[in-house]
C-alpha cells in the first residue's frame, strides 16, 4: 500500500513558495507542549515531518537543541535559507530507520505529519520514534482525528484505500485516527495524554480541522 513521497511533498512545496503561500500554523503546534517539554528536562528535541522549519526555529528559540527531518528536499532547502543558522536540518524519510541511535533524543515531535501512510508503515514510524526516546523522555505530536475525515472530504473527495486510510485527487495521502487506534499505537508509553482539538477556520470561524494532541513519556 503506498503513500505520498519525496516527488510529491516537492512539488507541493515548491508550488507554496511560488504563490508565497508558506504553510505556518503559528504557534498553535508547538504552544501546548513547552510546559510538558520544560517540566521532563527536555534538551534535545528531533521533529519528524518539519517542513519548512518553523516549528522546529519555535523551538530553538525556546532553547532547545533542535534537530528536524522531512524527505522533501525542497521543503529542507527553504528551512535551512531561513533557520539554518538554529536548527540541524536534514533531508531524510520517517518511514525508514533513521540515522540515529537508541534513545538519542529526548524527545520527539511531529505535527500532523505522522498521518500520511497505511496501517503497517504507521507501525513502523511509532516503533522508531520508541527507539528513538531515552527512558522518561517524550513523544509530543498531533495527527487528524477521525472527526476530521468529513471535514477534509468536503473539499478534497477521496477514496479509501484501507480502513481510514484514504488518496485523495492530487494524490495526496490521509490516515485518520481513532482514539483506540492511538492507544493501540501507543501501548507501553506511560502517562499518555490524548486531548481532541477542534480548530476553526480562520475566516469564517466554521469547524475546518480536528486534530488528536498527544503526549506520552518513554
Known amino acids: 500500500m503506498g503513500h505520498a513521497g519525496a516527488e510529491f511533498w516537492d512539488q507541493f512545496f515548491r508550488q507554496r513558495r511560488e504563490a508565497g503561500d508558506d504553510l505556518d500554523w503559528g504557534g498553535l503546534w508547538t504552544v501546548p507542549f513547552l510546559i510538558p517539554l520544560r517540566e ?12 519548512t522549519g518553523h516549528d522546529a526555529a ?10 528536524a527531518i522531512d524527505v522533501s528536499g525542497e521543503a529542507i532547502g527553504q528551512a535551512r535559507a531561513r533557520f539554518g543558522s538554529m536548527v540541524s536540518f536534514m533531508v531524510a524519510d520517517m518511514t525508514r530507520r533513521l ?3 537508541d534513545g538519542r533524543f529526548d524527545a520527539v515531535m511531529s505535527n500532523v505529519a505522522l498521518h500520511m501512510f497505511p496501517d503497517g508503515v504507521t507501525r513502523a514510524v511509532f516503533a522508531e520514534v520508541g527507539r528513538l526516546v531515552r527512558a522518561g523522555g517524550l513523544f509530543v505530536f498531533h495527527v487528524n482525528a477521525l472527526e476530521d475525515r468529513p471535514l477534509r472530504a468536503r473539499a478534497l473527495p477521496a477514496r479509501e484505500l484501507e480502513p481510514d486510510y484514504v488518496a485523495e485527487e492530487s494524490g495526496q495521502t490521509m490516515h485518520f485516527f481513532s482514539e483506540a ?3 493501540e499505537l501507543l501501548e507501553g508509553w506511560r502517562d499518555l495524554q490524548l486531548t481532541p482539538v477542534p480548530i476553526p477556520h480562520r475566516k469564517t470561524g466554521e469547524p475546518f480541522k480536528q486534530v488528536w494532541r498527544g503526549i506520552a513519556r518513554r
Open 40 to 51: 521532563a528536562g527536555v534538551r534535545t528535541i528531533l521533529e519528524l515531518g518539519c517542513g
Open 58 to 67: 519555535r523551538l530553538a528559540g525556546e532553547g532547545y537543541a533542535v534537530t
Open 99 to 101: 540515522p540515529f541511535p
Open 181 to 183: 487506534y492511538l492507544r
